[in-house]
Structures are given as C-alpha cells and as structure tokens.
C-alpha cells in the first residue's frame, strides 16, 4: 500500500507544477497580449486543471462504471487532447509558422487528436469494472501518451535546431 500511495507523488507534482506555470504563462499572455504564452499556457492549464484530475476521477471506485464517472472520465480526455493538441500548434506558431508542412502536419494530429477522445470516451462507457473498462480504453490512452511525446519531441527538436 505505501508503494501505491507513493507512485501518486509524481503525479501531484506534475500537477503542482504545470498548473503553477501554466497559469503563470495566461496570467503573462494577458498582459503581453503574446500568442505563444496563451497557447502553451492554455494547453498545459487543460491537462493539469481539467484533462488529468477529471481522467482520474472519472475512474474513483466510487464512481467506476457510473454516468457521471464515465462523463468526467471522457471530458478529462477531451481535454487532455484538446492540450496536447495546443502543443503542436505552438511548436508551429513558434518556430514553422511559414511551413505550409508544419501546419499540415498540426492538423493531422489534431484530427488524430479528436479519434483518440471519441474513442477513449466512448470506450470508457464499455464497462462497469476496471477489469472491463481497462482493456477498451487502454490502447486509446496510450495512442494519446504517444501523441504528447511526438508533441514534445518536435518542441525539443525545434528548440536544440534554434540553439545552433
């Protein structure tokens, strides 16, 4: 048991942290009035304040398989896709913004983005226990970490481009 409590700790401190910059970075958009600030605070203030605490509590055991768990569990997805999605969509306006592929590139994945909500949510209502829901919606999650880490990487393979 205290090796399951103590695998929440990097959780919580994801949370703390990306919540703290994310709005920080909104709270600096709206006086700079910059897109950049606003898109990437934005899409990390819908992972940490929405997408991942309402995913979570979607799937509490005390409202496992019920309508309202399995609505909070759809929304939180939705926005965690909605703020992965703002992701490429900075990486594009930051450094491709000229790029007619980048920007291709930007809407394939937030088309890929919207399949992976609508499949996790809809699988999510599959189910009443973990045992049930778990193997619907686990290759939709997955699909939605694979995206965050292509996210990511193109941020970082664009930013170490423009240190050279």
Request: overall charge positive; aromatic content about 8%; some cysteine.
């Amino acid at each position: 048991m205290v090796l399951g409590a103590a695998a929440f700790i990097p959780i919580v401190v994801f949370l703390v942290v990306a919540t703290t910059i994310g709005v920080r970075l909104l709270l600096l958009a709206r006086r700079t009035r910059h897109l950049p600030e606003s898109i990437i605070g934005l899409g990390l203030s819908l992972i940490s304040i929405l997408g991942l605490p309402l995913s979570a509590l979607g799937r509490a055991p005390a409202l496992l398989g019920s309508d309202l768990g399995n609505s909070a569990f759809a929304i939180g997805v939705a926005a965690t896709c909605t703020g992965i999605a703002l992701f490429f969509v900075f990486t594009w306006r930051v450094f491709r913004a000229a790029s007619s592929w980048a920007a291709g590139s930007v809407v394939a994945a937030a088309v890929l983005l919207v399949v992976i909500a609508v499949g996790a949510g809809v699988a999510g209502w599959q189910g009443s226990t973990l045992e049930e829901i778990l193997p619907r919606t686990r290759p939709w999650v997955v699909s939605m970490v694979a995206m965050l880490c292509l996210a990511l990487g193109w941020t970082g393979v664009e930013s170490l481009s423009y240190y050279r």
